[in-house]
């Protein structure tokens, strides 16, 4: 849980480029780089550079940090949190732990198998919980992911970790191994629902990609 990060999204309506028409977002992270303070998320999170984004970390630090990284494919982006405030906080030696990926066999999911859920409830509070891979395919994109009204990234050609029992107050996190080490990003992914208004599901992504 000390690599678990909350994040903030916010930006003028004026600028929403890749974000929502609120100008506003919530979700979650990992810390992958505890030395330069280096973050894994999603694209809901951080969904474009043009805003003002704040994490915080080991849920009792909050800092503010910039998008370097956004996935050109993929529901992926990466954070930088700012060097100096992460630097005071490494000297107040909060508790920073970066998170262990599972690498070979391990980093992928199979349908049946058994993980644990890691992450933010709605109030953003961390829990887990037991829970099980229905399945892992390759969305069509037609249903799943649609194209938007207007111009904005959906995601394509992505292999998704669907759950069977997915916690109700889920709003993101990681799905590990009994170990800690983390199997999939459990990540936010936007799309428009059936009434062509906006929504928000969520799939794991496997730590392989």
């Keep these: 849980r000390p690599s678990l990060v909350g994040i903030r999204f916010r930006t003028d309506r004026r600028f929403c480029m890749e974000s929502n028409y609120h100008g506003f977002a919530e979700?979650?992270?990992l810390l992958v780089d505890s030395d330069l303070g280096l973050v894994?998320?999603?694209r809901h999170s951080a969904p474009q550079s043009l805003g003002d984004i704040e994490v915080t970390l080991a849920g009792a630090?909050?800092?503010?940090a910039e998008v370097v990284f956004v996935h050109?494919?993929?529901n992926l982006a990466v954070l930088r949190c700012d060097p100096v405030a992460y630097a005071a906080l490494k000297k107040a030696k909060l508790p920073l732990k970066p998170a262990r990926l599972a690498t070979g066999r391990?980093?992928?999911?199979?349908?049946g198998e058994g993980v644990h859920f890691v992450g933010y409830d709605n109030q953003g509070n961390t829990f887990s919980a037991r829970v099980t891979v229905a399945a892992v395919y390759l969305p069509s994109g037609r249903d799943e992911f649609p194209l938007w009204d207007v111009p904005r990234f959906r995601e394509r050609n992505l292999e998704v970790v669907?759950?069977?029992d997915t916690p109700e107050e889920a709003r993101g996190g990681v799905l590990c191994d009994s170990?800690?080490?983390v199997r999939a990003l459990f990540a936010s992914f936007d799309m428009q629902d059936a009434n062509r208004e906006e929504s928000t599901e969520a799939y794991g992504i496997a730590a392989n990609v």
């Design 27 to 29: 979700g979650s992270g």
């Design 40 to 42: 894994l998320t999603d």
């Design 61 to 64: 630090a909050t800092v503010d």
């Design 72 to 74: 050109p494919l993929h």
């Design 106 to 111: 391990s980093a992928s999911l199979q349908g």
């Design 162 to 164: 669907v759950l069977a």
């Design 179 to 181: 170990s800690g080490a």
